[in-house]
C-alpha cells in the first residue's frame, strides 16, 4: 500500500463529522444540495486539501446530478449525506421512488438529459444503489 504524500487520513473523519442535509424535493433543493455539499467541502479542505482541483468540482457536479434526478423522478423529499472517508468522500442520496437508475441514450434533439448516471459511473470510484421499503439510497465513492 502505498503512502499518501498528504498525510495520515484517518483524524479527517474524526475532525470533520459528517453532514446530512433535508430537501423538501423542490427544484430549488438541488441549489441547496450544491450549497451544502460546497460548505462540507470547505470544511475538509481546512483540515486535508484535495489531491486535485477536480475532485471538489467532480463532487459537487455529482450531488447536483443526483440531487436533479430526485427533483426530477422521485416524488417528495430526499436526505444528502456527506462524510469524509480515508481517501475521498463518501455521498449518500436517499429518495423515496424504488425505481433502480439506469442509463438512457443521451438525445440532444430532445432538450439533453441521459448523462447524469453516466457521469456517476465514470466519476465515482465506487457506486451503488440500496432499495429499502421507503425509497433508495445511492452510495458514490469519489476521490479527494
Given at each position: 500500500?502505498?503512502?499518501?504524500?498528504?498525510?495520515?487520513?484517518?483524524?479527517?473523519?474524526?475532525?470533520?463529522?459528517?453532514?446530512?442535509?433535508?430537501?423538501?424535493?423542490?427544484?430549488?433543493?438541488?441549489?441547496?444540495?450544491?450549497?451544502?455539499?460546497?460548505?462540507?467541502?470547505?470544511?475538509?479542505?481546512?483540515?486535508?486539501?484535495?489531491?486535485?482541483?477536480?475532485?471538489?468540482?467532480?463532487?459537487?457536479?455529482?450531488?447536483?446530478?443526483?440531487?436533479?434526478?430526485?427533483?426530477?423522478?422521485?416524488?417528495?423529499?430526499?436526505?444528502?449525506?456527506?462524510?469524509?472517508?480515508?481517501?475521498?468522500?463518501?455521498?449518500?442520496?436517499h429518495?423515496?421512488?424504488?425505481?433502480?437508475?439506469?442509463?438512457?441514450?443521451?438525445?440532444?434533439?430532445?432538450?439533453g438529459?441521459?448523462?447524469?448516471?453516466?457521469?456517476?459511473?465514470?466519476?465515482?470510484t465506487?457506486?451503488?444503489?440500496?432499495?429499502?421499503?421507503?425509497?433508495?439510497?445511492?452510495?458514490?465513492?469519489?476521490?479527494?
Amino acid at each position: 500500500m502505498a503512502a499518501d504524500p498528504r498525510g495520515n487520513h484517518s483524524s479527517v473523519s474524526s475532525a470533520i463529522p459528517s453532514r446530512t442535509a433535508h430537501f423538501a424535493g423542490d427544484p430549488r433543493d438541488v441549489t441547496g444540495a450544491r450549497l451544502a455539499t460546497e460548505g462540507f467541502l470547505r470544511e475538509l479542505t481546512r483540515v486535508s486539501p484535495p489531491s486535485t482541483a477536480e475532485c471538489w468540482y467532480d463532487i459537487v457536479l455529482i450531488v447536483t446530478e443526483l440531487a436533479a434526478n430526485a427533483v426530477q423522478y422521485a416524488p417528495g423529499p430526499f436526505e444528502l449525506r456527506l462524510r469524509p472517508t480515508f481517501d475521498g468522500v463518501h455521498v449518500t442520496l436517499h429518495d423515496t421512488s424504488r425505481t433502480l437508475p439506469a442509463p438512457r441514450p443521451f438525445r440532444p434533439e430532445s432538450g439533453g438529459g441521459g448523462v447524469g448516471w453516466y457521469l456517476i459511473q465514470a466519476l465515482g470510484t465506487q457506486v451503488s444503489v440500496v432499495p429499502d421499503g421507503h425509497g433508495k439510497d445511492v452510495h458514490v465513492f469519489l476521490p479527494w
